[in-house]
């Protein structure tokens, strides 16, 4: 397609460097430096979609991330299809292939524009009231109809085989937004040696200089100007320019994150970079300057393909050489669109321009209109043509409010400006309170949260030299420096506007379709229908009309919408409000957000040391939290129970060896570690001595238990801190937590060494037989090495932390060793161990082994809601310590009530049902449905060692029902259980120390 629309010279493009694309199976010819959407308004092209609602035909509105209306299907190959991309922010590459989207069959003729003639139907909230009855309708007919249509356009369904990445980065300054006032805010603080980050969402820095062609600052031209400013930022070490980079998201503590295209602009890129790039970032103080927005005017038919904003069609001439129409009308209520209009004129157009404001208002922006047909205090009264728009009816209008004669403006583009609302998402997002200013008919940033502060458009300021003056003062401040700089800038902006919220036009208002947001078909009568249906809020509003919910999140829509409620409502604009800006600013891809969590990587596996050990003795492995542990062991011809009776009896008889490296792993150092714990843990820490281990339960504010695992005091100042393998992370968090809010007068330091130690346990009557052979400087003989102690040594020349604890009920020993000796040690002891019939063994057998002896597993054996005397341990608890974390709520009356859920022992009266973990236990059958529940199965097993199925369980009032029977669910009914105390085996615990007994429930 030839480009019809391109001027022969101008524009910031790459002449030299022409390209090819296509849109809808056309090819598209353009040059480098071009948008698809400037691409596409130079070969002719005015139609670009259709609209949300109504399949109204729309074209190109704004050159922008503000876009509402050109949102293409965009494929870069295989696998590498995005929908709903703004034309105006897609840059144009050879090859690239575009669509448009929300039509059938095809862009000139959709069957779905019939939904156009049954606008008067299809009117703000008809969802809401339609589809109410037949009440089956909704399943059946309703929700699927409503779901095909939803959307605008086609999720991809190949995989996405580009790579995404994040990065954090720390700065003194980050500044959004590379346009005059940013770029002032970067010079000036970096000029002060402060490290300064620089992003715009534009392939090019420099934001409306791009376009400017007139104006001149100290006495350079704006390119000359911007064009050294941009090679000093990018000499200075201390910079960081990230164009194609938007700022999308403000957060808590100057949390800043942003989004980058990295290869998207290229038509071969490198397999070694990423498509996009998030980016988070820790700013000490954050200078914004986003600009603002340029606001339509609201008429009939302000729709068409061909009506854009004034300030769009400027930058199309003076920046991508394009004329997006060869007979422009431009319409405004205020100064910027004169500016425009001149430089259509000088580009060599045909241009009209018709002011809304009377003669009298109109200030020296009247010069730039020197040669043009201009009309002042016209109206609008509407658009011709359909699919693109062939003239604008115009009428004036008297002082007191007559409409006069209507005149129809053949013209094949209008460029509207309804004024300029600052882009004050970014200072929302922060918490910043903002202020309205009546006179602009703006809110401008008001009062700051955090440590930042918004300067040139954004802030209210339209003038080139005050924008310049305003950005350098505002990096200087941000710099933690006291300078400011001004600038001449010529010729003196034209600023100012009338805030117009509809046109006025003699028109049946019933029959006007006005837009205000045009992505979502929302017309001001809509909003006006709205107010009278009830709805005040402009939340409610936002809702009820969608108005400010479409991709562009009410850029270009939601002040007009604003003022017009206002005044539909007689209140004052601050009294309506705003509605909420949230995160993103503009849509960011879920690949930039996963970045490198997908595939293998989305739920991360870890590995134990021991994996590949295991791996290669046939282990079966079982997921817990982000652990792949090994489940059991079995040999040829066993299944799962077979294979762990084996390895239980092992354990019982002989000696077994577990890998444990998967435990949490803290260290707690300080001269206030004890009293740290003492704190954290409900029992007692200061008096325990070093060398020695006490198990502790953590709880949570409300006194339930949150976690366990037994400390070790290796030194006064040094705790080694276990937990459960899902809490280590969690566990971490909390006492940092309680460190840095409620404590931080104590000085200690809790860092993870969860990766740092290999866990072995060696379990059994054989252990320290095995063992004994490779410890260097401990002394394993029972008086030197009790139960519950720790030494530190060597074990085959390694250091160790050598723990004599034991989960199963035998004498056992946890070798903490150095994660690369792990396997070396390992190895070792098996080969010792085989004369004493070593096995290794898995979770399975460890579950079966602490169950009969009554040990629990948090998160299986509790539900949060248990406390420690719910467990059998109240004893536990300190009635000495003045405080703890949980210590005022075990004292609620509702922690003392009898009937709590008790851990118990649950034994199946037919000695041979395996109740089902879960299970929910009644007090008697014969109840009436629903039945009372006093409580459910937390672990149950075939324990080898007691000859029959044991279970524990959660039971109101449990300690009280010990020998009472109780009714357990089964997938057939119920089965009769009797209540015993939770410990099955060895109950004295006598086996710790080597001494063997016989099964307390035989």
């Keep these: 397609m030839p480009q019809s629309h391109r001027l022969p010279r101008g524009g910031r493009i790459d002449r030299a460097r022409p390209l090819t694309f296509s849109f809808n199976g056309t090819l598209i010819e353009g040059y480098v430096g071009d948008t698809v959407a400037s691409a596409l308004l130079a070969n002719g092209v005015k139609l670009a979609g259709r609209s949300f609602k109504y399949h109204r035909p729309r074209g190109i509105l704004t050159h922008g991330s503000d876009e509402p209306n050109a949102l293409l299907s965009v494929s870069r190959g295989p696998g590498r299809v995005d929908p709903n991309n703004r034309a105006t922010m897609v840059e144009a590459v050879p090859g690239l292939?575009?669509?448009?989207?929300?039509?059938?069959?095809?862009?000139?003729?959709?069957?779905?524009?019939?939904?156009?003639?049954?606008?008067?139907?299809?009117?703000a909230g008809f969802y809401y009231k339609t589809f109410m009855w037949p009440r089956g309708f909704w399943d059946k007919f309703y929700e699927p109809v409503i779901r095909s249509a939803a959307g605008l356009g086609v999720a991809p369904t190949e995989a996405d085989p580009d790579r995404y990445v994040h990065r954090h980065a720390h700065c003194d300054v980050l500044v959004a937004g590379a346009g005059p006032a940013g770029l002032a805010a970067a010079r000036a603080a970096a000029e002060t040696g402060a490290r300064v980050i620089l992003a715009d969402e534009q392939p090019e820095l420099g934001?409306?200089?791009?376009?400017?062609?007139?104006?001149?600052?100290?006495?350079?031209?704006?390119?000359?100007?911007?064009?050294?400013?941009?090679?000093?930022?990018?000499?200075m070490p201390n910079?960081?320019?990230?164009?194609r980079t938007t700022v999308f998201g403000y957060y808590n503590h100057n949390h800043i994150v942003l989004t980058e295209r990295v290869t998207d602009h290229l038509a071969t890129p490198s397999p070694d970079l990423p498509r996009e790039r998030l980016w988070q970032v820790r700013a000490k103080e954050v200078v914004i300057a986003t600009g603002a927005h340029e606001r339509p005017l609201t008429f009939a038919d302000n729709d068409r393909p061909g009506i854009m904003l004034a300030e769009s069609v400027r930058v199309y001439i003076n920046r991508y050489g394009v004329a997006p129409g060869r007979r422009i009308v431009f319409?405004?209520?205020?100064?910027?669109?004169?500016?425009?209009?001149?430089?259509?004129?000088?580009?060599?157009?045909?241009?009209?321009?018709v002011d809304v404001r009377p003669d009298s208002a109109i200030g020296a922006e009247r010069a730039l209109a020197a040669g043009l047909r201009y009309l002042a205090g016209h109206t609008v009264i509407g658009a011709t043509g359909t699919k693109a728009v062939t003239g604008l009816i115009v009428a004036?209008?008297?002082?007191?409010?007559?409409?006069?004669t209507h005149v129809t403006l053949p013209c094949d583009c209008v460029g509207m400006s309804g004024g300029w609302t600052p882009s004050v998402h970014l200072f929302s997002q922060s918490r910043g309170k903002l202020a309205y200013q009546p006179e602009s008919d703006i809110f401008v940033p008001a009062t700051s949260v955090q440590n930042e502060r918004s300067v040139g458009a954004c802030n209210g300021t339209f003038d080139l030299a005050a924008i310049l003056a305003e950005g350098w003062a505002g990096g200087a401040t941000a710099a933690k420096a006291d300078t400011t700089r001004s600038f001449a800038a010529e010729p003196a902006t034209p600023v100012g506007f009338k805030p117009v919220r509809v046109l006025p036009t003699n028109a049946n208002p019933l029959k006007v379709r006005a837009f205000l947001d045009f992505q979502n078909d929302v017309t001001a009568k809509d909003v006006r229908l709205a107010v009278r249906e009830g709805f005040e809020s402009v939340e409610h509003v936002k809702r009820y009309t969608t108005t400010g919910m479409a991709t562009d999140q009410g850029k270009t829509s939601n002040m007009t919408a604003l003022g017009l409620l206002s005044e539909t409502l007689e209140r004052p604009v601050p009294q309506v409000g705003t509605t909420t800006f949230r995160p993103p600013y503009t849509p960011v891809t879920f690949g930039a957000i996963i970045g490198s969590s997908r595939n293998e990587l989305f739920d991360p596996i870890r590995r134990a040391p021991l994996h590949e050990w295991a791996q290669e003795h046939g282990a079966v492995f079982e997921n817990v939290a982000l652990w792949r542990r090994a489940w059991f062991f079995p040999k040829p011809g066993e299944d799962m129970h077979a294979a762990v009776k084996r390895e239980c009896k092992a354990v019982r008889e002989g000696v077994g060896i577990f890998d444990a490296s998967t435990l949490g792993k803290i260290e707690v150092v300080g001269p206030d570690a004890a009293e740290f714990l003492n704190r954290i843990y409900p029992n007692a820490w200061l008096k325990l001595e070093p060398g020695r281990c006490r198990y502790g339960l953590m709880l949570k504010e409300d006194g339930f238990v949150f976690d366990d695992g037994v400390v070790a005091r290796v030194a006064p100042d040094r705790f080694h801190v276990t937990t459960t393998t899902g809490g280590a992370a969690r566990v971490l968090a909390h006492m940092e937590d309680y460190l840095q809010t409620e404590w931080p007068d104590l000085k200690v330091f809790v860092t993870s060494t969860s990766e740092q130690w290999a866990v072995i346990a060696l379990q059994g009557p054989k252990a320290r037989e095995v063992l004994a052979p490779f410890v260097e400087g401990i002394d394993l003989s029972p008086e030197a090495f009790p139960h519950m102690a720790m030494r530190t040594g060597r074990i085959l020349g390694v250091p160790t932390r050598l723990f004599r604890v034991s989960f199963t009920g035998e004498l056992g020993f946890e070798i903490n060793v150095p994660t690369d000796y792990a396997r070396s040690v390992w190895e070792a002891l098996y080969a010792r161990g085989a004369e004493f019939g070593i096995t290794p063994y898995g979770t399975e057998t460890m579950h079966v082994l602490r169950a009969e002896r009554g040990f629990i597993i948090v998160g299986q054996d509790t539900d949060g809601t248990v406390t420690p005397d719910d467990l059998g341990l109240g004893g536990m608890v300190s009635k000495q310590k003045p405080d703890f974390v949980g210590k005022r709520s075990l004292t609620r009356p509702d922690m003392l009530l009898p009937d709590r859920k008790q851990l118990v022992g649950l034994l199946s009266?037919?000695?041979?049902?395996l109740l089902e973990e879960g299970a929910q236990i009644v007090a008697d059958v014969n109840q009436p449905v629903p039945m009372t529940m006093i409580g459910h199965v937390t672990s149950s097993y075939d324990s080898a060692a007691c000859g029959r199925p044991i279970a524990l369980a959660l039971v109101s009032g449990g300690r009280a029902r010990i020998n009472e029977t109780l009714h357990v669910t089964?997938?057939?009914?119920?089965?009769?259980?009797?209540?015993?105390?939770?410990?099955?085996?060895?109950?004295?615990?006598?086996?710790?120390?080597g001494t063997v007994e016989a099964p307390a429930h035989a």
């Design 97 to 123: 292939r575009t669509a448009s989207q929300n039509h059938w069959p095809s862009l000139e003729h959709d069957i779905g524009a019939v939904n156009d003639l049954l606008s008067p139907v299809f009117v």
């Design 207 to 235: 934001g409306s200089l791009l376009h400017e062609t007139s104006a001149t600052i100290d006495g350079l031209p704006a390119a000359r100007w911007l064009e050294e400013a941009r090679t000093a930022l990018a000499a």
């Design 970 to 993: 089964t997938p057939t009914g119920f089965a009769a259980a009797r209540v015993v105390p939770p410990v099955f085996f060895d109950a004295e615990g006598k086996r710790v120390n």
């Design 909 to 913: 009266e037919d000695s041979r049902t």
């Design 239 to 243: 910079v960081t320019l990230l164009p």
């Design 331 to 353: 319409v405004t209520s205020g100064a910027s669109a004169y500016r425009a209009a001149a430089d259509a004129k000088a580009a060599g157009l045909d241009v009209t321009l």
């Design 396 to 404: 004036p209008v008297s002082a007191s409010g007559g409409i006069g």
